[in-house]
């Protein structure tokens, strides 16, 4: 089995573009592995020796009340609950937000391995914006640009070493 890698963050910060860099596809594929839900944006991804399964989630709204926000929230909770390890986007250019914060908290609560990432850091090279991210106690942040294809293999290098 794959190891399975499940992207998520707040809308806009970039998890499809990642998503499509990951798997070099525009088009989010439903793959057919045993056990995976198929309501989801599932994609093969390969890179350098590794071979992997991407989930993309729609955005990540913890305390959102009810509607399509609360549906987003818990599909990337079956996410999580699926993936061997968690890449939880931030925006470099956004800087931190209390919604990373929320995230943060849920993700500590389901307790999967993250690595943080902050993306659009294309054209950042002193990283001082990305120093307030480290508050959200996910230890290092790795800065990326998934729509310049910047940091992408030391991150999933960095993702699936470990497992
Ligand atoms: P999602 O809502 O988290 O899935 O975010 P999207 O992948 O849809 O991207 C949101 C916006 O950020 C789009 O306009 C992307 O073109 C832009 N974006 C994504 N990655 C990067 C990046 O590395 N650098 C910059 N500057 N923009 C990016
Ligand atoms: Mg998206």
């Not at 089995?1 to 860099?21: D, E, H, Q």
């Not at 798997?23 to 350098?48: C, E, K, P, S, W």
């Not at 990373?100 to 002193?126: F, Q, S, T, W, Y």
């Not at 508050?135 to 290092?140: C, M, V």
Request: one cysteine or more; aromatic letters at 6%.
């Amino acid at each position: 089995m794959k190891p399975v890698i499940a992207l998520v963050g707040r809308p806009n910060v970039g998890k499809s573009t990642l998503f499509n860099r990951l798997t070099q596809t525009r088009d989010a594929i439903v793959a057919d592995f045993a056990g995976l839900t198929r309501d989801r944006h599932y994609g093969n991804g390969r890179l350098g020796k590794h071979e992997f399964i991407v989930i993309d989630t729609g955005g990540f709204e913890p305390d959102a009340g009810s509607g399509i926000f609360k549906e987003m929230a818990k599909q990337t909770r079956q996410a999580v609950a699926e993936a061997d390890v968690v890449i939880f986007v931030v925006d470099a250019r956004e800087g931190l937000s209390a919604q990373d914060h929320d995230i943060a908290n849920e993700l500590r609560r389901l307790g999967k391995p993250c690595v943080l990432v902050a993306n659009k850091a294309e054209g950042m090279h002193d990283g001082t914006k990305l120093v307030d991210f480290y508050e959200l106690g996910f230890g290092e942040v790795h800065g990326i640009s998934a729509a310049h294809g910047q940091g992408i293999r030391d991150l999933v290098e960095l993702a699936l070493e470990p497992l």
